[in-house]
């Protein structure tokens, strides 16, 4: 969907961005959870610019996120989006979508619970599994068994992403859908 998105309530988007004011809008969650397919959509709506974090990260280091894996290996790769992260919290307001592991190390989680406010787009395992077994580009799921090793990451995972200060649930919808509940979730800390 590339197209502009037809959002139902054009009072909820200002409701949304006015409770966002100069914050971050940080979307964490497991990798296929929507939230780079879902944040550009929640930034368009909102009229705020839009910063993908694995982009970002492979635009500043010219290389692809499984080459970074391959050549310089897991903790490197933490370190540098550690790096970007704290960098693109630097000034709002922004959507920032998150790599799927950003909010699980725990530097990257301090600027971003300092930076921004989270919402966390979560999935259950067959829709997660839906998404991602279209590619191959996910270092992390070029196991024996991609579908157990996701179950694990959700197991290890989901306790942590539960501290976000927002939970959505992406499901088996339209976006525009999960958009909106998107901008609701933001909507209701208003004064909060
Ligand atoms: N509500 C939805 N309905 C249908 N497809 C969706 C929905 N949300 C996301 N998708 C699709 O699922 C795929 C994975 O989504 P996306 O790349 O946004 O996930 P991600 O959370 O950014 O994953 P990663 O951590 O690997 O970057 C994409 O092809 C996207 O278009
Ligand atoms: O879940 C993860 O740890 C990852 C998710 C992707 O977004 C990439 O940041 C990378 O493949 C690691
Ligand atoms: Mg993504």
Redesign the pocket.
């Given at each position: 969907m590339n197209g502009l998105m037809e959002i139902s309530s054009p009072e909820l988007v200002r409701q949304a961005r006015a409770a966002l004011g100069s914050r971050n809008l940080v979307l964490v969650?497991?990798?296929?959870?929507?939230?780079?397919?879902?944040?550009r959509l929640v930034a368009q709506a909102l009229s705020v610019p839009f910063v993908?974090a694995?982009h970002e990260i492979e635009r500043v280091s010219r290389m692809s996120i499984s080459d970074l894996f391959a050549r310089y290996g897991e903790d490197e790769f933490r370190a540098l989006e550690a790096r970007v992260m704290k960098r693109l919290l630097r000034s709002g307001p922004r959507v920032i979508?998150t790599?799927?592991g950003a909010y699980i190390n725990e530097r990257t989680r301090r600027h971003i619970k300092r930076g921004g406010l989270t919402v966390w787009?979560k999935a259950d395992l067959d829709v997660l599994w839906e998404?991602?077994n279209?590619r191959d580009t996910?270092p992390l799921l070029k196991t024996e068994n991609p579908k157990q090793t996701l179950e694990n990451l959700m197991n290890a995972r989901y306790p942590i992403y539960a501290e976000a200060d927002l939970t959505v649930l992406?499901?088996?919808?339209?976006?525009e859908?999960?958009v909106e509940d998107v901008l609701a979730a933001i909507a209701s800390t208003i004064g909060k």
């Open positions: 969650g497991l990798m296929g959870a929507g939230k780079s397919a879902i944040g993908d694995d979508s790599g799927g787009l998404r991602v279209k996910r992406s499901r088996d919808v339209r976006k859908e999960v």
